[in-house]
C-alpha cells in the first residue's frame, strides 16, 4: 500500500513539473483512454477489496483497456463514425459500478 502511495505522489509531482503538452486534435484520444485507465484503477480497488487482486491482471487491463479505447476513437474519426461512444459508455458504467461497490465496501467496514 505505502508502494502505491509513494507512485502516486511521484506520478502527480512530476505531472504538474514536467512540461508535457500534446496537440488539441488528441484530445478526443487521450480523454478516452485515460477513462478506460481510471476503469482499470477502479477495478483494482474494488478487486482489492474482495481479495481478487492479481498484478497481471491489473497491468494487462490498464495497458490493454487504454490502448483498445484510444485505438477506438481514431478508427471511428477515421471512418466518420464516432465510435468512441461505445468507450464512454462502457468505460464510464463500469467505472460507476466500481465507484458504488468500493463505496459500498467502505461503509460497510464503518458501520461494523
Known amino acids: 500500500m505505502i508502494i502505491a502511495l509513494i507512485g502516486l505522489l511521484i506520478g502527480i509531482i512530476l505531472g504538474l513539473y514536467l512540461p508535457i503538452t500534446y496537440p488539441a486534435t488528441f484530445s478526443l ?10 476503469d482499470s484503477v477502479f477495478g483494482a480497488i474494488k478487486s482489492i477489496l474482495d481479495n481478487k487482486f492479481h498484478t497481471g491482471i491489473f497491468v494487462s487491463g490498464f495497458f490493454g483497456n487504454a490502448i483498445l479505447a484510444g485505438l477506438l476513437a481514431y478508427i471511428g474519426d477515421r471512418i466518420g463514425v464516432p465510435l468512441y461512444y461505445a468507450a464512454i459508455f462502457a468505460f464510464g458504467n463500469r467505472l460507476f459500478q466500481n465507484f458504488a461497490i468500493i463505496r459500498r465496501h467502505l461503509i460497510g467496514s464503518i458501520k461494523q
Not at 31 to 36: E, G, H, K, M
Open 29 to 38: 484520444y487521450i480523454s478516452v483512454a485515460i477513462l478506460a485507465a481510471l
